[in-house]
Structure formats: C-alpha cells, structure tokens
C-alpha cells in the first residue's frame, strides 16, 4: 500500500522557537495532505487541508499565523509550528490521499512535539 | 457542523466475545465512512470502509454495517483477539474526493482480556 512519512518522529524544543515537520508520500504524488493534532486518549482533530501549489484550508478556530503550512510539491508537506508554547505540545499526524487508490487516506507515523 | 458521535468510549472483552461500535453522523451529505485501527503511540491504519451504496460489508472478523436513513454505522468484531486491543476510530466523509476531510469520532479503546 501507499506509504507516508513523517519527519522527525519526535522533537523537544525551548518555549518560543519554531518547529518544522515535513511529511512525505513516498510512493505516489498527492495533490492534498492533511494536518492533524492528537491529545492523549483524544481523537485527531483536523486542523487544515494542505494544497499543492495553493494556500492551506485551516479548520475554524486554527491559527494560520501560528500552524504555517506549505505544500511546495506533490510529494511533501510541512507543518511549522511558530513561536510554541507547552500549549502546543501533542502528537501531530500527517494523512495523503492516493488518487489511485480511490482517494484514501494514508496516515504518517506521526511526530511527538514537547514544548518545555 | 459536522459532527460524529461514537459509542462507547470503552469497551472491555473477554477472548473470543464479539463486539460492537457504534456511529452516528450528523451530515446527510456523508456516503464514505471508513473505521480506523490506532495501537498506542502508532499511525491509524484502515481496517474496513463502506460507501452509501451499500449496507453491510464483511471481511474475515470484521465487518460494518450502514443505516443511511438513521444516520448511524457500526463495527462488529467476532471472536475477540488480544491482538484486537487498540483504539478504534470511526469517520464520515462527503466522499473520497482528493479534497473530502474526514471527520472522526471520538474513538474507543477496547480491551480484549486472554
């Protein structure tokens, strides 16, 4: 099946500097990723819809400023996360959907951001 | 908006029980609802899908049912494994256009006791 990456697995960052992931599909091009944040024993609440070559599509009550995203090609996106905060510590989930595999979504390993 | 509820939050089995999660979606748009399978700390990964056009569908031990009319769909798990103890997620979405998000329900963490 299609493969997604993520990039770093993990990260542990000083209150106030910015945190880039990248999130990758590895074996197919995707038009559109997804961005997600999970909070312990919580559901993954989306947070925008990644276009590439556009501007992201932020879910309401999502900081563009703070959460950047780009999506400079078909095969990666990135996730900066500016200024953080503890606040913005959780696990963050990327998602690509294979137009060759009637559209689903395919999930990257996810990236475990600690703000201290 | 939209909004998916999911039941129950916990789910506690003995071995070789069968099991059920259930779903209810508040878009009458949705016709794409796929259930999701996340170990702890891991990615979610696809177990099974279904699309409006049909009821039920069935793979191995597992299988989902759809009423569109009352909105609601569920797993059916038989013959409970441990292997089975994850978190269980389920979706709705407009369908699978690139751009469709899916939107979860708040999952449920089933223990399956040996």
């Known amino acids: 099946g299609a493969v997604v990456s993520q990039h770093p697995s993990w990260v542990i960052c000083k209150s106030g500097t910015s945190v880039k992931i990248e999130c990758r599909s590895l074996?197919?091009?995707?038009?559109?990723m997804f961005w997600y944040r999970q909070f312990p024993k919580q559901s993954l609440m989306l947070m925008a819809t990644?276009?590439?070559?556009?501007?992201?599509?932020?879910e309401q009550g999502v900081e563009k400023d703070k959460f950047l995203i780009n999506h400079a090609s078909l095969t990666l996106s990135t996730l900066t996360v500016t200024s953080a905060h503890p606040e913005d510590s959780s696990f963050y989930i990327c998602?690509?959907?294979?137009?060759?595999?009637?559209?689903?979504?395919?999930f990257g390993p996810g990236t475990r951001l600690t703000v201290l | 908006g939209e909004n998916v509820e999911q039941h129950p939050s916990t789910l506690s089995v003995q071995e070789g029980d069968s099991t059920v999660i259930k779903c209810t979606y508040s878009?009458?748009?949705?016709?794409?609802f796929p259930w999701y399978k996340q170990e702890l700390g891991k990615r979610p990964q696809l177990i099974i899908d279904?699309?409006?056009?049909?009821g039920e569908k069935k793979d191995q031990r597992i299988a989902v049912t759809l009423n569109k009319t009352a909105k609601h769909f569920s797993l059916h798990i038989t013959e409970t494994q441990p292997e089975d103890s994850a978190v269980y997620f389920c979706?709705?979405?407009?369908?699978?256009?690139?751009?469709?998000?899916?939107?979860f329900g708040t999952g449920t963490l089933l223990a399956v006791q040996p």
């Open positions: 998602s690509a959907r294979d137009p060759d595999n009637y559209n689903e979504q395919f």
């Open positions: 074996d197919f091009q995707a038009t559109t």
């Open positions: 990644s276009n590439e070559g556009s501007k992201a599509t932020y």
């Open positions: 878009d009458s748009a949705s016709n794409y």
């Open positions: 279904i699309r409006s056009n049909v």
């Open positions: 979706a709705a979405s407009r369908g699978g256009g690139a751009t469709n998000k899916l939107i």
